[in-house]
């Protein structure tokens, strides 16, 4: 029983801790067929902007280096070869900073990334709700760096929330590297989002975890 017991509250303990999940995909997986690439990815049935023109899903906004979040913007380029979804795509503009906002939260927030170089910038991370989860982006196995400006697909990440809700999902380029021959032009595509799911208190999940304590030792009894 005291075994038991010790079990359960290692159990709840870690119930309460909240952890964002890391999915990286190699540009292999990627389909022009959008349905198979949403599977391959895991991202069937999620809301999914491909920056087609300046205006943004409901729930999803953008700001550059700190600014104003809008549900609107204007760096939309065209570009087949770096897209993950129809053509349109998202560049930093030469902005360091950029943040997807989703302003109903979410509990999974997906994007591809392509035209990044490490010679540029080798310590790029990825941020949620402020606090780094990937450093650096290069440092993913799946990760394929872009050679000599050349422009293709560098990665697909699927972040997964547990025990917490995305609000925000930062990419910041860190320090430019020396010799670097200036700040890297990011393409973002295929920005993928999942609605929230509620999360339970922690207080309330150590409350059940300790009922159901109580009810298997009185039960023993």
Not at 3 to 19: D, G, M, P, R, Y
Not at 61 to 77: E, R
Not at 86 to 92: E, F, I, M, P
Not at 160 to 183: C, H, K, Y
């Amino acid at each position: 029983m005291k075994k038991l017991l010790i079990f359960s509250l290692c159990l709840f303990a870690n119930l309460i801790q909240a952890a964002i999940i890391v999915n990286a995909f190699n540009p292999s997986v990627f389909n022009s067929n959008l349905s198979v690439f949403d599977s391959n990815v895991g991202i069937t049935g999620f809301t999914v902007e491909d920056f087609d023109d300046g205006t943004l899903v409901n729930g999803l906004q953008v700001s550059f280096s700190g600014g104003s979040a809008s549900s609107t913007t204007g760096n939309i380029a065209n570009s087949s070869a770096t897209a993950w979804g129809t053509s349109g795509v998202l560049v930093n503009a030469g902005n360091d900073l950029v943040t997807f906002h989703l302003t109903g939260g979410a509990s999974s927030f997906a994007l591809g990334m392509s035209n990044m170089e490490v010679r540029r910038n080798p310590d790029a991370s990825i941020l949620v709700n402020g606090v780094a989860v990937v450093t650096p982006v290069s440092g993913l196995p799946e990760y394929l760096d872009t050679v000599n400006d050349n422009s293709q697909k560098n990665i697909y990440i699927r972040l997964d929330a547990i025990g917490e809700t995305i609000n925000t999902v930062s990419l910041d380029w860190g320090p430019q590297a020396p010799g670097s021959p200036g700040l890297d032009g990011i393409v973002f595509d295929h920005v993928a989002f999942s609605d929230a799911v509620a999360v339970p208190e922690p207080s309330s999940l150590l409350f059940l975890g300790l009922s159901t304590l109580f009810f298997l030792r009185h039960r023993k009894k």
